[in-house]
């Protein structure tokens, strides 16, 4: 049976820290709704009210376009190894990119992976966990390699060109500011 909580206890924050993926929903007033799949240990637990992700660079920047035009964002871990749970945070976002004073600060919490595009800060408002047992056992057999590869052969200017071209709208058309001063 689910239960709803106001803040994140030291239990859910050990539940976090040991998942190797986890699932971020976002949407705008108007448009489609997003869920991305995210990994190689990019989310922090800040205290029980506020975490934080680092988003890489990927083929779309839906996440901070969504979150610039409403706010909304929900996390959901799945305990696809030995614990069967399954935890939301539902919450508001803001995106911190490396031009905002805040970037030094929560990145220090991040290994230093190439093309790292902007940070997600999550005030959470309500977790949800829920018991998991449909959820299937999986084995986590290690990172894929292709994006850090592919950011790494880039280079900083072929991934500032990436954004240029992939990154400055989300696939409605809506901004993510990016590439704006």
Known sequence: MGKLYT???????????????????????QGRINLSPKGLDTF??????RAVFLNLTGSSNETAAHLLADGRITVMFCGF??????????GHGR???????????????FPDHPGKRQLIVIEIE?????????????????ERPALMEWTAKKGEQGIAEYWRERNQTSIDGLPTLILEA
């Open 95 to 109: 995106v911190v990119h490396p031009r905002d004073a805040d970037w030094e600060r929560f990145m220090a919490l």
């Open 126 to 142: 309500s977790v949800q966990s829920s018991c998991g047992f449909g959820v299937p056992i999986f084995e986590f057999q290690g």
């Open 7 to 29: 803040t994140l206890s030291a239990d859910h924050q050990a539940f976090i820290a040991e998942q190797n993926i986890f699932f971020v929903a976002t949407v705008a007033p």
């Open 44 to 49: 922090r637990c800040l205290d029980e009210r």
């Open 81 to 90: 190894a030995k614990t069967a749970k399954v935890l939301r945070i539902y």
